[in-house]
């Protein structure tokens, strides 16, 4: 008999060889029905694997990621066999699932696929996903697999660098695939596929190798669900921020200038102003000084960070001078200059902590083809800061900086968001640098902030960087499309690399702790997810302009410059439309610059000293004195922007 410890801590007794679905029909008949995957001690396994030892046992079911990992995972076979069916000869690659969907990658040989082949490989997978064939694991060895891809290099690859006695395949159909596992039970569960987009990839990454085909595809077990989510992606489409960045007038790239480097219009730059303002505000009251460093800076400085190491070759290559041996980068991280910063002076453990902020900007060179719009760019500026502190301040500093994030998701409309902290390979304690009681002060010290301040959070092991722990945010947008923003990171590393000091109370010299943060992350990658989340709809404290007074004639101009006055008087950003066009193309055009509130004057308006207030998306708030516009407009702001 074996025990099966579930994921409440209840404990079930059974027989040698029970499968996890025999577990789930122990459980009930309808979680049996709705059971697709399963882990053991950590492991992916397959519903139907034996299970011959005590352990831990969950069940997933498609509401789970994981779940979901295993549908597509799967989907990624169907796909496989379709295209194989579809295209004699194709060489098969690799298929996993990713986070919405699956992709395949294929050497189609003579053959070109393109949009118009989608429905005929979408209705060939629903052909076979209706047939209900098992996903069935096999063992085979080293010779054997050799053997039955002898005609496909790619494969012959992957075999080659696999040990023999770990070698398996998945078998469902006719068809057979090199796989480790992680498998739905059978074809039928698959409902509703549709192959999404096809693109070029090397061979494992690497540019020297062949290209190949993906095809991206994602699948449901209901087709409710797919047309659902096209739906989402119709709409995601409409949020793309490249698209609203354009028609708001935000941000243009040149050529001429250089790929990956956006260039601020004056709309866009008064967006970046106001976000960075509302955090210097918010900075200073939590005893941040502000500093400035250098666009480049020595080779030897990044050689001594590591940065160099991590960056040099493949980035932008170092600046050379009339100087001989004099080289300089562009900085691909702001940290070294302000440990530099720090170094200007000896600290004792009384000027504890030091907090040092910089809106900097840093150059890495990302490759053509992964450039996207400002989500990927070249040159971007970074809400950086560097916190300096005794260990024994780490656990507050540490809060503090998560109170600090929580402002700033809070008044930019984030609720939806996870944490992760990550933590030491407990099993591997040399890959790490640092005293370990300072890591297990530190790694405590997230947790106990974490749970203070109330995150939905997971622990990783395994998960922190070398030189210390951290904690990720996990943010959701409107489209339930998930982003990391915000990372706070304990440094052992650096400190020790540039010989920070501070004077103890025992008169004795002691290595600082550092905190990174950065809770926009980059302004460029910021204001993209905000526009993405918002669709351009900011927060009315935000939004560079809260409203526009459309005038019905020119015979109101002085009228409406009179109401312009009053409400920038009011500190309300608001604009004037002057031009000779209709109210209504006025209305139009406002609504598509996403202008909150449009105020109309005509006759009446002018008259009794009042405005027409219509709101963005056409509510209709009636006429009104000034005075109670700007009433409505603060109480708007004060809903959305938190204190702190």
């Known amino acids: 008999m074996i025990d099966i410890t579930l994921p409440d801590g209840s404990i079930k007794t059974f027989e040698e ?59 990624a076979h169907v796909l496989a066999q379709a295209i194989e069916e579809l295209y004699p000869g194709v060489k098969l690659t690799i298929g996993p699932a990713i986070e919405r969907g699956f992709y395949y990658d294929v050497d189609f040989g003579e053959h070109i696929i393109s949009e118009k082949d989608f429905k005929a490989i979408e209705n060939k997978m629903l052909e076979i996903a209706r047939g209900k064939h098992d996903f069935k694991m096999r063992s085979a060895t080293k010779a054997e697999a050799l053997t039955l891809y002898k005609d496909n290099e790619f494969k012959t690859e992957l075999i080659e660098n696999l040990e023999d006695g770990t070698i398996t395949f998945c078998d469902h159909s006719t068809f057979t695939d090199l796989c480790r596992g992680g ?12 192959v999404l987009s096809v693109a070029g990839a090397y061979w494992r990454g690497d540019e020297t190798k062949p290209q190949l085909t993906r095809v991206y595809g994602i699948s449901f077990p209901k087709q409710k669900e797919l047309a659902e989510y096209l739906d989402l992606l119709e709409e995601a489409k409409k949020r793309d921020h490249r698209k609203l960045g354009k028609e708001l007038e935000f941000f243009t790239f040149s050529q001429k200038v250089g790929q990956g480097l956006p260039l601020w219009l004056p709309k866009g730059t008064a967006l970046r102003e106001r976000l960075e303002n509302f955090l210097k505000a918010a900075q200073k009251k939590a005893g941040y000084e502000m500093v400035v460093s250098p666009h480049i800076g020595q080779k030897e400085l990044y050689v001594t960070s590591g940065h160099y190491a991590k960056y040099g070759e493949d980035s932008f290559q170092p600046i050379k001078t009339p100087k001989e041996d004099e080289e300089f980068l562009l900085k691909p991280m702001n940290c070294p200059h302000h440990c530099e910063i720090y170094n200007s002076f000896q600290w004792s453990y009384k000027d504890l902590p030091k907090r040092y902020a910089e809106f900097g900007t840093v150059y890495r060179y990302e490759q053509s083809g992964e450039l996207h719009g400002l989500t990927r760019v070249r040159g971007f500026t970074q809400d ?140 460029e990658r910021f204001v993209a997810l905000l526009l993405e989340h918002t669709g351009g709809n900011f927060p009315l404290w935000l939004i560079p302009t809260q409203c526009i007074i459309l005038s019905l004639s020119e015979k109101y101009e002085k009228y409406s410059e009179k109401v312009l006055n009053l409400l920038e008087n009011d500190e309300i950003r608001a604009l004037v439309d002057h031009r000779n066009e209709t109210i209504g193309k006025k209305i139009r055009e406002a609504e598509m610059q996403k202008h909150p509130f449009m105020l109309i004057i005509g006759e009446q308006e002018e008259k009794e000293n009042k405005v027409t207030v219509r709101r963005h998306g056409g509510e209709d708030l009636g006429m009104m004195t000034i005075e109670s516009f700007s009433k409505i407009i603060k109480e708007e702001i004060s809903k959305t922007l938190k204190s702190f």
């Not at 005590?54 to 295993?70: E, F, I, N, Q, S």
């Not at 498998?183 to 549709?194: F, Q």
């Not at 304690?429 to 106990?448: S, V």
Request: proline letters at 5%; one cysteine or more.
């Open 17 to 75: 060889n029970v499968t996890p679905m025999d577990v789930a029909k122990s459980i009930s008949e309808g979680l049996a029905r709705n059971v697709i995957s399963a882990s053991f001690n950590g492991t992916t396994i397959e519903t139907v694997t034996p299970l011959t030892t005590d352990g831990a046992l969950v069940l997933y079911t498609w509401r789970d990621d994981k779940g979901k990992t295993a549908f597509w995972h799967s989907s």
């Open 183 to 194: 498998h739905i039970p059978n074809t039928g569960i698959i409902k509703a596929v549709k």
């Open 384 to 523: 950086d800061a560097h916190l300096f502190c005794t260990p024994d301040q780490l656990d507050e500093e540490f809060k503090n900086v998560i109170d600090l994030v929580l402002y700033v998701f809070g008044s930019l409309g984030f609720e939806n968001f996870t944490a992760q902290v990550s933590v030491r390979d407990p099993e591997n304690p040399d890959k790490y640098i640092g005293d370990t009681k300072n890591w297990e002060k530190a790694e405590q010290a997230i947790i106990n902030a974490a749970n203070d301040k109330g995150l939905d959070y997971i622990i990783e092991e395994g998960e922190a960087a070398f030189y210390g722990p951290k904690l990720d945010f996990m943010v959701k947008d409107a489209l339930g499309r998930q982003w990391q923003l915000g990372t706070i990171q304990v440094d052992y590393n650096l400190p020790e690399r540039f010989d920070l000091t501070y004077k103890g109370s025992d008169n004795e010299l002691h290595r600082p702790v550092m905190i990174h943060r950065a809770p926009f992350g980059s302004m």
